[in-house]
């Protein structure tokens, strides 16, 4: 059980070290003969609360938590790019601010 890993994105941050990953998978349909695309809601903890909606993170199983939470955040894989604007924009306005204190 602990073996099982998982990637998917962080649709929400919401929650305090709980965050939920949407997991796509796609199956085979035995009689259409086509991919049919199955999502699935984990919810899973976040226990330094980096993960971010959008980003994309591995999750591993472990003992349940809490009613819903059976999944632990292992890594994140990618951030989002609006993760990455922001944190950019927040460096800009950090300078701006510090310049005009010395002025």
């Given at each position: 059980?602990?073996?099982?890993?998982?990637?998917?994105?962080?649709?929400?941050?919401?929650?305090?070290?709980?965050?939920?990953?949407?997991?796509?998978?796609?199956?085979?349909?035995?009689?259409?003969?086509?991919?049919?695309?199955?999502?699935?809601?984990?919810?899973?903890?976040?226990?330094?609360?980096?993960?971010?909606?959008?980003?994309?993170?591995?999750?591993?199983?472990?003992?349940?938590?809490?009613?819903?939470?059976?999944?632990?955040?292992?890594?994140?894989?990618?951030k989002s790019?609006?993760?990455?604007?922001?944190?950019?924009?927040?460096?800009?306005?950090?300078?701006?601010?510090?310049?005009?204190?010395?002025?």
């Amino acid at each position: 059980m602990a073996d099982t890993l998982r990637t998917g994105r962080v649709l929400s941050n919401k929650m305090q070290k709980t965050i939920i990953v949407v997991v796509d998978r796609l199956e085979h349909d035995p009689i259409y003969k086509k991919a049919i695309r199955r999502v699935s809601k984990l919810y899973a903890h976040d226990p330094k609360g980096e993960a971010k909606p959008g980003d994309v993170v591995q999750l591993q199983q472990v003992r349940p938590l809490s009613k819903n939470k059976r999944w632990l955040v292992k890594g994140i894989v990618s951030k989002s790019a609006a993760a990455q604007v922001d944190a950019t924009l927040g460096t800009v306005e950090s300078e701006a601010k510090s310049a005009g204190q010395g002025a």
